[in-house]
């Protein structure tokens, strides 16, 4: 009777702040879901950040070095893999020569399938137009040992080659002969770049990290320490709108605006519950005194 | 280009996987925890390997054995020392290695850290003030800097002016929060996305093969 009696008290606002998370999941689902069954586009703004990157590939001249360090694994693929995928092609159509490296331990299988895809696709020779170095454990050691010489931390690329017989990388000794480096991380290589790669030899840096990163890079980008920044899936589609190539990144936006519609709305039932609540609790103390 | 058979195969078995992950969102269930494991065991393995591959083999078998580099010898035997931790009575001699390790690792971070974190953010914080848009968003940024900063100033009661800018600190540091939120549920949301754009593309491609 007692637990009868306090099920009736409960009112609307209690019942839904004590809502089965499972509801909340399924809902989630069906916003996710939507765009799948009914497909539509969302029109993307393109930020200074993504814009200086993108020029940055733009304005490089044929037979110009760039190092682009893959580093994250699959567990954030889905968020900086549409972003590598379209500087890659970009960079390769400008004719630019490529030097790709991993840092994260569970992505050398996984870079070296997309750069093998990208550079087939766009015509590109292994040795000549890039070399995939491969990875190597303690990236803060590996990249201040790549600004002294490539070939310390890495002999031989990534299939066994040694580098001093690779065509490409004759002329190529240390950050000093490439025109900078784009940093693709998932984690903190992202720090050991800024630190070690662009504080001790000022190499030129851009940046592609996952949302959860995001607000820890700004500042960098204000003190320059960078010259640009690629936020998440929404800095991926921004790059892919300014290459003109639909991606994977443009392809989720419609996903990420349902979802974060749905969120968005759950946050503000949940604070009115939670005020009404609140208010309830305020005039029962009123009524007891 | 229409998938074969196998790759299909591939990935239906990435499909199973994906499907198993998530149906701990009803609960624990056996179907979760095979799959948990099983990637549990794949990656310890595949990390196992490649530290062998690119620790072992390229730093100490091929410099010593294949090409006679015998001064690599000190630091494999500095890292042998680490080992000796697993004995209680000769723990205390891996402190030799980590004392090389932490010596130089200060050394470098500390310097760098300074010069990264501090001098060159102080620079980006501190600089001419221009009449356009950009100058519109660096004296803001300034002014959230230094009402941030006032917060946590703790030295004289935050009263007065000192209030003001400490509560337009919060103030910054909440819209800070928020951001960083609203970034967190994008990556998070991006990990699902790219899961159900996988998963329906299976599904077309498969019927597509079918029928």
């Not at chain 1, 019942?15 to 089965?20: E, G, Q």
């Not at chain 1, 454990?137 to 040992?145: D, F, K, Q, V």
């Amino acid at each position: 009777m007692a637990n009868g009696a306090r099920a009736e008290e409960r009112r609307w606002y209690d019942r839904l702040l004590v809502v089965d998370r499972r509801w909340i999941y399924l809902i989630l689902a069906l916003a996710v879901i939507l765009p799948a069954i009914v497909p539509f586009d969302v029109s993307t703004g393109i930020s200074t950040e993504v814009r200086r990157v993108y020029g940055f590939v733009d304005d490089l001249k044929p037979g110009e070095v760039v190092h682009i360090a893959i580093d994250y694994d699959p567990s954030t693929l889905a968020e900086l893999h549409p972003m590598t995928e379209a500087i890659l092609r970009q960079a390769f159509n400008r004719g630019a020569r490529l030097i790709f490296t991993t840092l994260s331990q569970f992505g050398p299988a996984m870079a070296e399938e997309m750069i093998t895809r990208v550079a087939a696709e766009t015509g590109k020779k292994r040795g000549v137009d890039y070399t995939f170095l491969g990875y190597k454990p303690y990236p803060g050691i590996t990249i201040l040992a790549m600004g002294s010489n490539y070939r310390v931390p890495f002999p031989t690329d990534y299939y066994g080659t040694p580098v001093d017989s690779i065509p490409m990388m004759r002329d190529i000794h240390n950050f000093r002969n490439v025109k900078g480096v784009i940093a693709l991380a998932g984690g903190n290589v992202a720090d050991f770049w800024i630190q070690y790669g662009n504080a001790k030899y000022g190499v030129p840096l851009g940046l592609g990290v996952t949302g959860v990163m995001a607000s820890d890079y700004y500042p960098y980008l204000q003190s320059g320490q960078i010259f640009g920044l690629i936020p998440g899936m929404k800095g991926a589609a921004e790059y892919e709108l300014l290459a003109k190539r639909q991606g994977q990144g443009s392809r989720g936006m419609p996903y990420q605006m349902t979802t974060h519609l749905v969120i968005l709305v759950f946050m503000v039932i949940t604070n009115i519950a939670y005020l009404a609540q609140r208010a309830a609790r305020k005039r029962a103390g009123e009524v007891r005194r | 280009m229409e998938p074969t058979w196998g790759a299909l195969a591939w990935q239906g078995l990435a499909a199973i996987v994906t499907l198993g992950i998530f149906s701990f969102l009803a609960g624990d269930n056996p179907f979760y925890k095979i799959i948990e494991r099983t990637w549990v065991g794949v990656t310890t393995g595949y990390w196992l390997m490649l530290l062998y591959h690119t620790s072992f083999h390229d730093k100490v078998w091929v410099n010593i054995v294949v090409q006679h580099k015998w001064w690599y010898i000190l630091p494999t035997f500095l890292g042998l020392l680490m080992w000796l931790r697993l004995s209680r009575k000769l723990a205390w001699i891996s402190r030799y290695a980590l004392a090389f390790y932490i010596g130089i690792s200060t050394g470098i971070y500390i310097p760098l850290a300074f010069k990264n974190f501090v001098f060159l953010q102080l620079e980006g914080a501190v600089r001419p003030i221009s009449f356009d848009a950009a100058g519109i968003n660096f004296v803001i940024a300034l002014v959230g800097l230094t009402c941030s900063l006032s917060y946590f100033f703790f030295s004289k009661p935050h009263t007065g002016i000192l209030g003001g800018m400490s509560k337009a600190g919060i103030l910054t540091l909440m819209i800070g929060f928020g951001a960083g939120f609203g970034l967190t549920v994008m990556g998070r949301v991006a990990l699902l996305v790219q899961r159900v754009i996988f998963l329906r593309d299976y599904s077309v491609n498969l019927f597509g093969k079918i029928f």
